[in-house]
């Protein structure tokens, strides 16, 4: 399994936009802001100036205005699940998945499995898991946290086929900034 590190940049108190950090050479990151106005920014970036920068500032032409779209928020489902130990510490669980069987037989949609840090409650649950699963829109009763481990499963896989794992949360002060000038777009 290729490992890879990710920062995700995220609100604990407003869930409308994150931020993923991907490494994409030696040198830079490839970094996809989404929000929930619509914009999304797919950029290049130099890993000095990422670690250094206390703001942001997104380029107009990497930034996209797209077209709301209407979440089916009856498409999947979440299940509280039996709390896990992973080194004598305990963690909650929860599960996300489509509801339709046999869509998920055609499109090869399985379960994401979701173990939260408990000390992080403060925290919104984010969309790391896919775009699909909104959860601002149906999460009531879902745990709010971090997630410490997402366990992915395909509908045709016995075993769960990748997963992230949480290496540390930090709280940081990093804006990122949409010019008025994009609004145009």
Request: charged letters at 30%; glycine letters at 2%; proline letters at 2%.
């Amino acid at each position: 399994m290729k490992v890879r590190n990710i920062f995700l940049l995220t609100n604990s108190q407003d869930d409308s936009y994150q931020c993923e950090i991907t490494e994409e050479d030696e040198s830079n990151y490839s970094m996809y802001f989404v929000s929930t106005d619509d914009f999304s920014s797919d950029s290049i970036i130099d890993k000095n100036e990422f670690l250094k920068a206390e703001s942001i500032v997104l380029l107009c032409t990497s930034v996209m205005k797209q077209k709301s779209k209407a979440i089916d928020t009856k498409r999947f489902k979440y299940t509280i699940l039996s709390d896990t130990i992973m080194s004598g510490k305990s963690y909650t669980r929860y599960s996300m998945q489509y509801v339709k069987s046999r869509k998920n037989k055609k499109f090869d949609k399985g379960v994401a499995q979701c173990i939260v840090e408990r000390s992080t409650e403060f925290y919104k649950p984010t969309s790391l898991i896919s775009r699909a699963f909104d959860i601002r829109l149906n999460s009531e009763g879902v745990p709010l946290g971090i997630a410490k481990e997402v366990l992915f499963k395909s509908y045709k896989a016995r075993e769960f086929d990748y997963k992230y794992m949480l290496k540390q949360f930090v709280k940081i002060k990093k804006y990122i900034i949409i010019p008025k000038q994009c609004d145009d777009i």
